[in-house]
């Protein structure tokens, strides 16, 4: 089960990614987690990746390659979800080959979907304990009574208009390496509307009809 997952910000992909990794033993690799840890342990990557992160600049390609390949390698090529990597075609090119190269090509490529508008109105409802840190949404996890109003705030990339700027840089990102795959037969869109055990078992469904 060698799977990768797409899908903008606020469709439910890191849920769904940790679903199947609790469910169906496989074994969740997220760059964007892999690359916070690299920082913090201070390992040779996290120091040259931290210079990038402070300036505002992007984490060179080759960085973020050296970490999907050692997460890959240490899964044994086997039984894992890639979330957030590839995002370019240059990416997919490079880890398609590595695959091709230990004879474990990616099963399957699944795109989960969620209109803009819906995404907008379920991000633009987050809230954020400014001392905390924690997360709480108006409509599934309102803040206790207890806490002081004054302290729950809305963070400026969950105004709407930050969020629809973020998932219009997502689809230029993405449509393209969409595109590479669905070329090769290996792209299956989910419809990520709905409860989080609906949309797991539109993924499930998906996977089997992949591997089987």
Same mark, same amino acid.
């Given at each position: 089960?060698?799977?990768?997952?797409?899908?903008?910000?606020?469709?439910?992909?890191?849920?769904?990614?940790?679903?199947?990794?609790?469910?169906?033993?496989?074994?969740?690799?997220?760059?964007?987690?892999?690359?916070?840890?690299?920082?913090?342990?201070?390992?040779?990557?996290?120091?040259?990746?931290?210079?990038?992160?402070?300036?505002?600049?992007?984490?060179?390609?080759?960085?973020?390659?050296?970490?999907?390949?050692?997460? /890959?390698? +240490?899964?044994?090529? *086997? #039984?894992?979800? &890639?979330?957030?990597?590839?995002?370019?075609?240059?990416?997919? %090119?490079?880890?398609?080959?590595?695959?091709?190269?230990?004879?474990?090509?990616?099963?399957?490529?699944?795109?989960?979907?969620?209109?803009?508008?819906?995404?907008?109105?379920?991000?633009?409802?987050?809230?954020?304990?400014?001392?905390?840190?924690?997360?709480?949404?108006?409509?599934?996890?309102?803040?206790?009574?207890?806490?002081?109003?004054?302290?729950?705030?809305?963070?400026?990339?969950?105004?709407?208009?930050?969020?629809?700027?973020?998932?219009?840089?997502?689809?230029?990102?993405?449509?393209? /390496?969409? +595109?590479?795959?669905? *070329? #090769?037969?290996? &792209?299956?869109?989910?419809?990520?509307?709905?409860?989080?055990? %609906?949309?797991?078992?539109?993924?499930?469904?998906?996977?089997?009809?992949?591997?089987?």
């Amino acid at each position: 089960m060698r799977i990768i997952l797409f899908g903008p910000p606020g469709v439910g992909k890191g849920s769904q990614a940790q679903f199947l990794s609790e469910r169906e033993d496989v074994t969740h690799v997220s760059t964007g987690i892999l690359l916070r840890r690299a920082i913090e342990s201070g390992t040779d990557l996290g120091r040259k990746a931290q210079g990038y992160v402070e300036s505002g600049e992007l984490v060179p390609g080759v960085l973020v390659r050296s970490l999907a390949e050692d997460a /890959v390698s +240490a899964c044994n090529f *086997e #039984r894992y979800v &890639l979330d957030g990597y590839p995002r370019t075609i240059e990416q997919a %090119e490079w880890i398609d080959a590595f695959l091709e190269e230990n004879q474990a090509p990616i099963d399957t490529v699944l795109s989960l979907k969620v209109p803009n508008s819906v995404i907008v109105d379920r991000l633009s409802k987050r809230r954020v304990h400014k001392i905390t840190g924690e997360n709480f949404h108006l409509d599934f996890k309102p803040a206790p009574s207890d806490v002081d109003p004054s302290l729950i705030i809305q963070r400026t990339d969950d105004m709407p208009d930050a969020i629809q700027h973020r998932l219009e840089i997502y689809d230029e990102e993405t449509h393209p /390496v969409q +595109a590479y795959y669905r *070329e #090769r037969g290996l &792209l299956r869109e989910i419809d990520g509307n709905g409860a989080f055990e %609906e949309v797991y078992g539109r993924i499930l469904s998906a996977i089997r009809v992949s591997v089987s």
